[in-house]
């Protein structure tokens, strides 16, 4: 059955968030990492806590004299990446729609939705905290496949996390890995892969 469908990732697809890491870890001042913060602002991935709350308790706990807004702030820092982008564009040239599927908390991806003109772009985006369930979770393929009308068995996923791309493929989605570093070149021999024109 040919891909009628697209859904792509944010981070480490369209855009790359690798100068993120730095910029987090200079704010928490040696007392903590990038990897010890994160898992708490996923925590806030699916819009049931505030981040921010969350956030500025791990902060008191590490004695960082920060504001959990300021780091909010610096994590929503990204780079979109063009050529990506121009890809995407000519993909749904040709008739296929694409959509982004990316977890995100409520402050970075409202900020993404506010600033970065993906509407300009994809067909429809879709942010987890708002969907109300985070990849890799199937349901979370399967509430936006419902929304959009699309067949499982007909959609592509791409993701540069192999949990997500297992959970798509779990809903019934065609999905693959894309390494985070090789930008668009990558995402286009995947498109190419399964003949999506672009």
């Not at 509430?143 to 996923?157: K, N």
Request: a negative charge; aromatic letters at 10%.
């Amino acid at each position: 059955m040919p891909i009628t469908t697209l859904l792509l990732d944010a981070d480490g697809v369209v855009q790359s968030n690798l100068a993120l890491y730095g910029r987090i870890e200079a704010l928490l001042d040696g007392k903590a990492t990038f990897w010890d913060a994160s898992p708490v602002e996923q925590r806030g991935l699916t819009g049931e806590l505030d981040v921010a709350v969350e956030l500025q308790r791990f902060l008191d706990e590490r004695d960082i004299d920060l504001d959990s807004r300021v780091l909010l702030d610096a994590w929503c820092y990204t780079e979109p990446d063009p050529e990506a982008f121009a890809l995407v564009n000519a993909v749904r040239s040709h008739g296929t729609p694409v959509y982004l599927a990316t977890n995100q908390q409520p402050v970075r991806g409202g900020w993404m939705r506010a600033t970065l003109g993906y509407e300009r772009h994809f067909d429809d985006l879709f942010f987890s905290h708002e969907l109300g369930v985070a990849k890799p979770d199937p349901r979370f393929f399967e509430t936006i496949l419902a929304r959009v009308g699309a067949d499982p068995a007909s959609t592509l996923f791409v993701d540069d996390h192999e949990a997500n791309v297992d959970g798509a493929r779990r809903a019934g989605l065609h999905a693959e890995w894309h390494e985070r570093t090789s930008g668009a070149s990558d995402l286009a021999r995947i498109l190419d892969g399964y003949g999506v024109p672009h």
